[in-house]
């Protein structure tokens, strides 16, 4: 279990209660969309509105401690930043799955002399639990 408070203050955020409890919804299973991670929240903290969620949601983003992950034809999905990777995204049930980016990315972008801020890519295509449901 990652210490979040530790890591809302490295990223120069305040560690309010709100915050933890949405890094606490995330990492449980890595990704989730706001009304997942909504869900989840307002069972702990039954004041607690969509609204502020959604803003603790762009402000950790917007700081580093957060990714957010696009999903064609859904909501996105957030995620506590990690390790440069990509996602194998399914289109028709929207599970998210993570895998390592290789080096050779880096040896692209030096051929190019390209200053690299980040690595980001979205692979979509049907995951093998709904490509076997399409079969059945």
């Not at 009304?35 to 700081?63: C, F, G, Q, R, W």
């Not at 030096?110 to 079969?135: M, P, V």
């Amino acid at each position: 279990m990652q210490n979040f408070v530790e890591l809302l203050k490295a990223h120069g955020l305040k560690s309010t209660f709100q915050r933890v409890q949405i890094l606490e919804a995330i990492s449980i299973c890595g990704h989730k969309d706001i009304d997942e991670i909504y869900n989840d929240v307002v069972k702990l903290h039954p004041t607690i509105s969509l609204a502020t969620v959604y803003k603790n949601l762009i402000i950790m983003k917007d700081n580093g401690v957060l990714c957010e992950v696009s999903v064609s034809g859904k909501k996105s999905k957030y995620e506590i930043k990690k390790e440069d990777h990509l996602h194998l995204i399914c289109t028709h049930c929207g599970s998210i799955e993570d895998f390592t980016l290789e080096a050779s990315f880096d040896k692209i972008v030096n051929l190019q002399d390209f200053e690299l801020q980040k690595k980001e890519i979205n692979l979509y295509g049907i995951c093998t639990k709904c490509h076997s449901q399409k079969a059945s």
